[in-house]
Structures are given as C-alpha cells and as structure tokens.
C-alpha cells in the first residue's frame, strides 16, 4: 500500500477525513468547483476530462479554498436493475472450419435485442467469436465480432457478454471459435435495455482525427477515455446510403489488434459498443463501405455510464480540481474507495484551464560531453521549424536508421558542433505500418502445391510487430508461414535461398460474410527486407487476392532544441548507451506538449561520413600526404633529366 493510501486508511478508522498538504503542483489543468455549503460534494467527470487522466485516475486532486489537497473517493448511484434476459432456442449446430455454427431462433415475436449472453464455463474468454442476425434464417449479416467476456453486468457474474447493435432479427447464428472449446450451453440469451440519455447512461463528444490512410477504408484516431468505463459505445455521426462496416482497433505492443467490428444497414443507427479489453489503450476506429468509397465521419459521440467523485467539504467556498499530471507531480491523493457511498450534493465543474507547466531542472538541459571519437554510419540533420532554443521537441527515429543502428539503438547520439544534446529515448505504445498492399495476389508453386507473397520492405532490419492479412470472407482453411530471407552470412555454404519461418498457424474462415476474414501473425526484428508470406492451398487454388499489412515499433526522441546544426548519428556498434541526467525526468518529459521535429529532406540532409571534426582532420591528412608526394614526384623527375646518357644512345656520329 503507498504511504499516502496507508495514512488515509488511518484517518478512516479513526472516523476523521484529515486533509493532506498539497505539495508543489505539477498538473497540466484545472477547474473551480463552487461548493455552496459543507459536507459531502459529488461531481461528474465528462468525458473531455477523462481523456486527460491516467488509467488508474491517480492524477486526479481536490484542493480546499486554503489550498490543502482532500481525500476523493470514486462515487457510485444505486445499480440500475438488470435487464430481463430472453431465451433463444438452439435449432442447428454445424462443424466449420475453425469451430461451430450454431444457429438459435427467439421466435416470432423476437422484440429488439442488442446483447447476447451465455453460460460459458471455465475463465469463460473467447476469442474471435461471430454473430450474425437474420429476419428470415436465410440472408445473414454481421452484427458483431470480437473476444467475450465474463464482466459483473447488473451484478450477474456467471454469464459472458457481447455486444451490437440494436437489431429486431429473429435469428441469430454464432460463430465459436476451436480454441474456446466445444459449445456445450444449452440455448442462447439476449437482452436490451432503453436508449435513453439520463442518469443511468451519458454522452459527450469526443474528438478524432486522420489515422493513416488505407485504400478505400479511412482510419480515425480517437480521443478516447483511458479508464474502465460502464456500457461504453460508440454513435457514430456519418451518412449511411450504403451499408457500413466498422471496427475498432487497439493498440498493443507496437502493433494495432482489431478488438471489434460490426456492419451497418442503411436503416440502422450506428453504434458501435466498446469492448472492456480497448480501454486504457489507443483506440482507432476504421470504416469501410465495400466497393464504395467510405463516407467521412462527421462526429463521433461516447455513450457510458457517468463517472462521479465526491470529497466531504470541510467549508463553504470555491474548490479547485486538479488532474493531468506529469511524472513528477504528487500523486499522494489518489482515488480511493468508500465502503458506503454517503448522500452528497450535486455541483458542477467550471471551465478547464490549462496551468503553466514548472521549467525543467536547467542542469539536465545543458549540452553534454564531447561526441565520442567514432565513426558514425550516417549522420542526419535535424529541423524543428518554428521551435526556440530549450523548447522540447520529438523526432520520430526514420525508418533508414535502423538499416545501421543496433538493435537497442543503444548507438544513437545527437551533437552540435562536437558537443552531444541529452534526449530521452520513448518507445510509445502505437505502432506505424511498414508496409501495406492491397489486393495482391499469391503466386502458385508448382513444387510445394502452395502460393507465396513476396514482401520488400523499405528498410532492413525494422522493428516488426506483426501481421495482419485478410481476404473476402468464403469456407476455407489454410496453414499460413511468415518467412524471412537469411543474410549471405548466415547461410554461408547454402545453395539457393534460405528462409527462417517467424510465425505461422491456421487461416480458417467458416463462411462467407460482408467483412473480410482476419488473420494475424507475429513478426520480430530481421536482419534483411525480404518476407514472404507462404500459403499452403494443397488441392486448393490460390486465394484470389489477398490484403497485407505490416506493423512495425516506433521510437521518438525527445530532447531540447538548441538551435540549427544539430546531427542525429548512428552506426557505431561499438557504441553503449548514453546515460544522461534527462533521462530521470523521462516520466515527466513524455506527458510534456513538444514541437515536431524530422530530418532535413535536402540530399544534404543525409551522409555516409564520419562526424565533421573527423573529416576535418582527415582532410588536412589528405592534403599534407598531396604535398609530400609532390615533393618526392619533382624529385623523382629533376634526378632523371640531370643523369647522363648511357653510351651509344646519344645523337652524334
């Protein structure tokens, strides 16, 4: 337990709230809280305040008109009774490839449904499970895909969820997956629960912006609360005059994992529910429309269940709620827990403000040591436009750079004038596509019966992740290898081509469907560009066409400016890593706004060469050992036309 929880606990035992000092702030923002009179506060957390807190919310402070920081506890209302659950019965259960079909009917008088609801027994975690809904148990589309789970809904723990959209379709046919085991439960239940905005379910606005671009989906960053958040779904504001298909993607570990998806008609209302497993982590949300281009997102809208906190006011007057902070601000009042939710007063939150960050330490700033004496592969120089000197800046590492660095990046080093600039090396949680292709196509080999893509990426040696393949969806399966081209070195007395196989498993589809199948493979670092992605077809055909994409870690420096000329250098493997003084304070930089900063795109902007004062010296040497040769050349040349001739080879008779 922290010091800081341990003392509150105390304070609770002896039946007294003892308010706790506020140290030096370092919170990015704040609002006024007007309390009207003493006693217990309560107030709502909106979801642009959410945004900006840690996953734990132990960024989060309540301090008194004296300013002394109070206890805050989260708050939570009455539970709102549990929707009725309604049987599907069991008519038609299928082998597939990659699991079962089961099919349920909810009768002729279905009712609107929007959750399905099993006895799943064990951990009860399924992953990749399908639903499909239909009116009439011949055409089907998706209504959700993504991983189930057992959650404490309505206070029911024994059952596993999942979530789509609002539907009145008669029919539902699910997809369970092999590694989830046989489906031994016995029928199928649904549930649904009104719509309405009230004190049970909220919405705020959220904001969004361009991922990356794909093709004909579009990709939208989100700015999405980080914290467990209840019944959370997405309304997405876009016109629907064909069908839909959305889905959401977290990330994890330097890649994006779809978590879930769902397929829209013309005639339904898109909202999409959030999985638990998506929050505390980056979200994106994709959309596509088929053949057609996706229509763009013109809002986007997060339905929860409200968050409160409440603190007990010693005195009438305006509070202030702080929250943001940075790596080295108090985190002493974090959110606890209360063992009875006492009654409090409603108030609201003033406007937010955002607070004058503290300088950084000025010692950890200054320039460092001299630039070691190597030779550096590469050497880049750096622009940060409109960036003043000591204002941190971030550089995301270019992809060349891994071609010569080490595999930690242990060897890369940022200098002016001889002198190395201090940086904080941050690896975030996001990954960028390396590579992407768009409808390629397998190439038959005819020795193996299987069908091969070949894959070049930009660079060698990335930091893969993984990758991500899918097809139109059709009943298939397919044992499928990622493979990587080994190095001359490392086949050294080989004949032909050598491949490493980093992943491989089974691509199984049970059905057709309007969104594509899905599969993932993990990937590491290679020493080479050369993949391949090797699908075994047997009697089979190649698959007609197939999409790839590859996810690669990022790195960002992040570091103060000191003005133009600074290098960023690598390639000297010989080369440990730094350590600075900055690097102390890298839970504090990485939450600090930075200007951007990249690499000059001038064909200056890159070298082969040692550092400047290597080639200086180098080019003296060069020109001394002109002048010594040309000393010895004249030398060489006077000896020679002063000797005399030899006899017999001269002019007269």
Not at 378 to 389: D, N, S, Y
Request: proline share 10%; aromatic share 8%.
């Amino acid at each position: 337990m922290r010091p800081a929880r341990a003392l509150l606990a105390t304070c609770l035992a002896a039946g007294a709230l003892a308010p706790v000092r506020a140290s030096a702030p370092a919170y990015r923002y704040s609002r006024e809280v007007q309390v009207a009179a003493p006693g217990w506060t309560r107030v709502q957390l909106p979801a642009a305040l959410l945004v900006r807190l840690s996953p734990e919310m132990d960024d989060l402070a309540i301090e008194d008109p004296g300013g002394q920081r109070l206890p805050l506890f989260p708050w939570k209302g009455p539970s709102e009774p549990a929707p009725s659950l309604r049987v599907a019965a069991l008519t038609d259960m299928a082998t597939v490839p990659g699991g079962w079909r089961v099919t349920a009917d909810l009768g002729p008088s279905p009712g609107r449904h929007r959750m399905m609801a099993l006895d799943v027994p064990g951990t009860g975690l399924a992953e990749a499970v399908t639903v499909e809904v239909s009116p009439d148990g011949r055409t089907w589309r998706l209504a959700a895909r993504g991983a189930m789970f057992r959650l404490n809904r309505w206070g029911i723990t024994s059952k596993t969820y999942l979530e789509y959209p609002a539907t009145s379709d008669r029919y539902l046919r699910v997809f369970w997956p092999e590694s989830a085991g046989f489906p031994a439960w016995k029928s199928v239940q649904v549930a649904d629960w009104p719509d309405g905005i009230g004190p049970e379910l909220v919405e705020d606005t959220l904001g969004f912006s361009t991922a990356w671009p794909s093709g004909r989906e579009t990709f939208y960053r989100v700015d999405a609360p980080r914290q467990a958040l209840g019944r959370p779904s997405l309304h997405l504001d876009v016109a629907l005059p064909y069908p839909l298909h959305a889905r959401l993607l977290a990330a994890r570990n330097g890649g994006w994992d779809t978590v879930t998806e769902a397929y829209f008609m013309p005639d339904q209302t898109p909202l999409l529910p959030v999985p638990s497993e998506a929050c505390s982590r980056s979200v994106v949300l994709g959309l596509s429309a088929g053949e057609f281009a996706a229509p763009p997102l013109r809002g986007l809208t997060l339905r929860y269940e409200p968050r409160w906190v409440v603190f007990k006011a010693p005195v009438a007057g305006a509070y202030v709620l702080r929250y943001g902070a940075l790596g080295s601000a108090p985190q002493a009042a974090a959110v606890d827990t209360l063992a009875v939710m006492p009654p409090a007063a409603v108030v609201a939150l003033g406007q937010e403000r955002e607070q004058a960050l503290p300088d950084l330490p000025a010692p950890t700033l200054a320039m460092g040591a001299s630039l070691p004496a190597v030779t550096f592969a590469r050497r880049w120089e750096i622009v940060a436009p409109g960036a003043g000197r000591q204002d941190l800046v971030s550089l995301e590492v270019p992809q060349e750079c891994y071609s010569v660095a080490r595999g930690d990046l242990a060897d890369l080093r940022l200098a002016i004038s001889g002198r190395q600039v201090p940086f904080v090396l941050w690896e975030p949680a996001d990954g960028v596509q390396a590579l992407a292709l768009k409808g390629a196509t397998p190439r038959p080999v005819k020795e193996t019966k299987g069908s091969e893509i070949g894959l070049d990426l930009p660079a060698d040696r990335l930091p893969l992740v993984s990758v991500e393949i899918s097809t139109a969806a059709a009943p298939f399966s397919r044992e499928v290898r990622l493979e990587a081209l080994q190095p001359s070195a490392a086949r050294e007395g080989l004949r032909g081509e050598a491949w490493t196989v980093l992943d491989q498993g089974t691509w199984r589809c049970p059905g057709t469907s309007e969104v594509p199948a899905r599969f993932v493979l993990r990937a590491n670092a290679v020493e080479g560009h050369r993949l391949r992605l090797v699908f075994e077809d047997g009697d089979n055909a190649p698959l007609p066409s197939v999409d790839v994409v590859l996810w690669r870690r990022r790195h960002v420096l992040l570091f103060p400016w000191t003005g133009p000329g600074v290098e960023l250098c690598v390639g000297a493997k010989s080369l440990g890593p730094p350590s600075y003084d900055l690097a102390a304070l890298k839970d504090d930089i990485i939450h600090r706004p930075t200007r951007p900063a990249a690499v000059a795109s001038t064909p200056g902007g890159v070298t082969d060469q040692p550092p400047r004062r290597e080639f200086v010296f180098g080019r003296w040497g060069l020109l001394a050992a002109l002048m010594i040769a040309a000393v010895l050349l004249v030398a060489i040349l006077a000896r020679s036309v002063g000797r005399p001739s030899p006899p017999g080879t001269g002019g007269g008779a």
